[in-house]
């Protein structure tokens, strides 16, 4: 089946700089999602992206999936930003694998 | 897009009992999911609820433990059988919304943290 590797595992911010979380893919995909997940474990959508570049405030992502890959990039981090970022792929048969996330820690 | 409610948010259960937790959806789906959080790791998918038929198990997750009902397009339910400390987990309902609410992609419920001991 698909493979789905995120980098790095775990990142450690000062607030106000900027990251660049990665996920690649093994395989062709229908499309791609970026999620949060705050402490309280609450999954947050934050991209649908199965190619090109969407931006919504501080957060971007880039996926080029001729290339099997993915970016989401956070500028001027906030501790707020803290969590478990997961990138997520949709296969042809419409079945949802997660990779294994990046933990980020931001502090002040 | 798609609120989704998800009962209950937690609870702490004895081993060998069984916890039934519920997905609500405010709008029809074609699809809906049910996956596991671990402590510390990845999400992974258990099932494919289907509206009107068995749901769908990934390997590694059987019927008996996990059992799955869909009466309808908007809710589901899944039983977490014959606990065990190894249950101790996050488990998430996912659905997949109708066009035009498509483009937000697969949507998940605030989830049910369960603790059995």
């Known amino acids: 089946g698909i493979q789905v590797e995120q980098s790095p595992p775990d990142l450690i911010l000062q607030e106000g700089a900027n990251s660049t979380l990665r996920c690649n893919f093994s395989d062709s995909v229908n499309n791609l999602q970026w999620f949060h997940q705050n402490p309280w474990g609450q999954l947050i959508n934050l991209f649908y992206?199965?190619?090109g570049t969407k931006q919504n405030g501080r957060l971007s992502a880039t996926t080029v999936a001729t290339e099997r890959y993915s970016l989401l990039y956070i500028s001027s981090s906030q501790t707020t930003d803290s969590g478990v970022y997961f990138c997520a792929v949709v296969t042809s048969y419409d079945k949802v694998i997660f990779g294994p996330g990046t933990s980020l820690s931001v502090i002040p | 897009s798609a609120v989704i409610s998800q009962k209950p948010s937690r609870d702490i259960c004895q081993r060998g009992t069984s916890l039934t937790i519920q997905c609500q959806v405010d709008s029809q789906v074609t699809m809906m999911f049910w996956y596991r959080q671990q402590p510390g790791q990845s999400l992974t998918l258990i099932a494919t609820a289907n509206q009107g038929s068995e749901a769908t198990y990934e390997s590694g997750f059987v019927i008996d433990k996990f059992p799955i009902s869909r009466p309808n397009l908007t809710f589901s339910t899944l039983t977490v059988s014959n606990m065990s400390p190894e249950d101790s987990s996050i488990y998430l309902c996912?659905?997949?919304?109708?066009?035009?609410?498509?483009?937000?992609?697969?949507?998940f419920g605030s989830g049910t943290r369960l603790t059995v001991v």
């Open positions: 992206i199965p190619s």
């Open positions: 996912s659905v997949d919304l109708l066009a035009p609410l498509k483009s937000y992609g697969y949507t």
